[in-house]
Nanobody, 126 residues
């Protein structure tokens, strides 16, 4: 069974930075992978995604210019570099992996992903 484990969350002040990691275990396949987040009382939303080689990435408008997704396939790890953090970025961040090729449009939908991590909390204070 493929397992995803997120790390790197924490509490920062507005304007600060964090880098999240998502380690993939029990698999050497390259999947499309993504980050989603869910704030308290809100639905889970797409943040960013990377195609299997990492050459193509997507990012939501709400974090464009501030967050960068990348992946190290040799280490089976997905990253999310978050800068200029805002209080509205406060959420539990989840990584997800699909099991088939996805188009850019499909990568924004959580139903396209089969495997999910447990999430890591990011809290940004004003």
């Amino acid at each position: 069974q493929v397992q995803l484990v997120e790390s790197g969350g924490g509490s920062v002040q507005a304007g600060g930075s964090l880098t999240l990691s998502c380690a993939v275990s029990n698999s050497r396949s390259r999947y499309p992978m993504a980050w989603f987040r869910q704030a308290t009382g809100q639905e889970r939303e797409f943040v960013s995604a990377a195609h299997p080689t990492g050459a193509r990435t997507l990012v939501s408008d709400s974090v464009k210019g501030r967050f960068t997704v990348s992946r190290d396939n040799d280490k089976n790890t997905l990253f999310l570099q978050m800068t200029s953090l805002k209080p509205e970025d406060t959420a539990v961040y989840y990584c997800a992996a699909a099991t088939r090729a996805l188009g850019d449009w499909d990568m924004k939908y959580e139903s396209m992903y089969t495997f999910w991590g447990q999430g890591t909390q990011v809290s940004v204070s004003a």
